[in-house]
């Protein structure tokens, strides 16, 4: 009885506790430091409802249509262009960069490279790659495939450092060489996650390339920028409602491309309901384990 | 010169240190003939996996020589060494299966020795291969099972792939790390029959690391026991008495 007394099943944790109060601290203090009042915010809503108002009904117009066709066919091109070229040189890299199959020397260049691609967004790239080869989409390509870099190289790596030793202890001990231990023992292991990887920087690229048309690199975001200028907010919403269309029918056709190669969904499944689809397998799959 | 001569083993002077200084093989000094199964018993921990993974090197000893056919395994590094593990099969107590690989390339595994790694990642066996997986796996009791993923598998199921990848490799020797350890005892019997009449079939020697001492004594025709690092005992299944099992694992209030 004494010994419970004594014993606390949940101890107070003041250096967290303290954590909490500055970071609270820090937000106040930060809110007065940039101006941000309630007669400020007031303000604002009245402008915004005079944006919004002018940017209703979206335009259309042929001509208009013609330049968001344009536009935004071209970022879809640097977006593929950029996520080949940039998941093709990251998956190398990726490896180098991974800890539990290559030795110290390898992995730290490959690591301070993808730290020096990881450090600046898209954008700062993208005006940089602007003064270097002028203005155009090589510019926005270029942009994105270091940023592509810097993304997958990583997150592959960490999905190679968190592999099953024990396939690979498998495989080698079969006598493959370097090459056969990855493409067996390896690859099977990350596969599935490196694709979910390669789709979500297709989609983020694609994000990207809509915007980087505001530093000249090419695409879609050269005209909404023009069109902000010119305080042509109708076409405006025109653009933006056709980069939301773009964006989700990219969605739609990732999630299927994970989905077809995660599960081996048939295409018809993926109109059906997903998830029962699934179910309905894995207890087949038990079933036949058993 | 006889099969049983070639492939024999001898362990000379084998120490593995993980941390310098606290040994985990103490000198091992061991002949392991070339026929028949051979079991090393011991408590957890003594070192049974370590002396089997120095055999196929997938660890680095600190010390001491492993004959086998006139070379010692000890030394060996780059080409020679991956042209040694091809002749050594290996059978894992987790049987080591890669698990979204199919069946089929689970076992074809096991020629990755011999097939090169652009043929292999294209999957381009040599036919005589593709025969012969088909051979084991129906051999095994899986020719229904040849496309479907390893992770699908049970424990029973997936060791069997496990011992059709390690003869495929059509080995010279065969170990095997607790290959029963994670399975039912009516399965564990099951997969030292086939491993037993697939390995003898072909001649090939196994040297098993096994806890279950009742099973050893059915399978093996020579019993090893370990204790702390060392060789305590060295005979047939026969001569090993309770007075010995005491040695090997300490204590007498388990024993029957």
Redesign the interface.
């Known amino acids: 009885m004494t010994a419970s007394a004594t014993r606390v099943a949940f101890p107070a944790n003041w250096p967290l506790r303290i954590g909490w109060l500055l970071l609270a601290v820090y937000v106040v203090w930060a809110t007065s430091q940039l101006d941000v009042t309630w007669t400020r915010f007031v303000e604002g809503i009245a402008n915004a409802q005079k944006f919004l108002s002018r940017m209703f009904p979206p335009n259309f117009e042929p001509e208009k249509m013609q330049m968001i066709v344009k536009g935004l066919a071209e970022s879809v091109q640097i977006a593929v262009i950029a996520t080949v070229v940039g998941i093709a040189l990251s998956l190398p890299i990726g490896l180098m960069a991974a800890r539990n199959l290559m030795p110290a020397w390898v992995v730290w260049p490959a690591r301070a490279l993808i730290a020096v691609c990881r450090s600046f967004h898209e954008v700062v790239i993208a005006i940089i790659f602007v003064k270097a080869v002028g203005f155009g989409a090589i510019a926005g390509i270029g942009a994105l495939v270091v940023g592509s870099i810097g993304f997958i190289s990583k997150l592959f790596a960490e999905a190679i450092e968190e592999i099953?030793p024990?396939?690979v202890?498998?495989?080698?001990?079969?006598?493959?060489?370097?090459?056969?231990?990855?493409?067996?023992?390896v690859l099977?292991?990350v596969?599935?996650r490196f694709l979910g990887f390669a789709s979500y920087q297709f989609d983020s690229n694609l994000r990207h390339s809509t915007m980087i048309g505001i530093v000249g690199a090419g695409g879609i975001g050269g005209s909404l920028f023009s069109a902000f200028q010119r305080f042509d907010y109708d076409f405006v919403c025109a653009i933006l409602i056709s980069i939301i269309a773009l964006i989700i029918l990219a969605e739609v056709v990732s999630s299927y491309v994970r989905a077809l190669f995660n599960d081996n969904l048939a295409l018809l499944d993926f109109f059906r309901n997903r998830r029962a689809a699934r179910l309905s397998r894995e207890k087949a799959?038990a079933m036949?384990?058993? | 010169m006889n099969a049983s001569v070639s492939r024999s083993i001898q362990i000379r002077a084998l120490t593995k240190e993980y941390k310098k200084g606290v040994p985990v093989l103490k000198g091992i000094d061991l002949d392991i003939p070339g026929d028949g199964i051979t079991a090393i018993i011991g408590p957890s921990g003594t070192g049974k996996s370590t002396l089997i993974r120095c055999i196929n090197r997938l660890i680095d000893p600190t010390s001491g020589q492993i004959l086998f056919q006139g070379q010692d395994l000890a030394q060996l590094s780059g080409v020679a060494l991956r042209e040694a593990r091809r002749r050594i099969g290996m059978v894992f107590q987790e049987y080591n299966l890669v698990e979204r690989l199919t069946v089929m390339e689970n076992v074809l595994t096991g020629r990755l020795g011999y097939v090169s790694a652009f043929n292999a990642w294209l999957r381009r066996f040599p036919k005589q291969d593709i025969d012969e997986a088909f051979a084991l796996l129906d051999a095994v009791g899986l020719g229904e099972f040849v496309n479907q993923r390893a992770d699908g598998l049970s424990g029973g199921q997936r060791q069997r792939v496990g011992i059709a990848r390690a003869i495929m490799q059509r080995p010279e020797i065969l170990l095997a790390d607790e290959p029963t350890s994670s399975l039912d005892p009516k399965t564990s019997v099951e997969i030292m029959e086939i491993m037993a009449a697939m390995a003898g079939k072909r001649n090939i020697p196994i040297i098993v690391n096994i806890h279950n001492v009742a099973l050893a004594k059915r399978f093996c025709q020579r019993m090893i026991g370990m204790s702390d690092g060392k060789i305590v005992f060295n005979g047939t299944p026969a001569e090993l008495t309770d007075t010995h099992l005491k040695e090997i694992y300490g204590g007498e209030d388990w024993l029957e």
């Open positions: 099953s024990k396939q202890e498998a495989v080698r001990a079969s006598g493959a060489g370097f090459f056969s231990v990855l493409t067996y023992g099977p292991q596969f599935s799959a036949v384990a058993s």
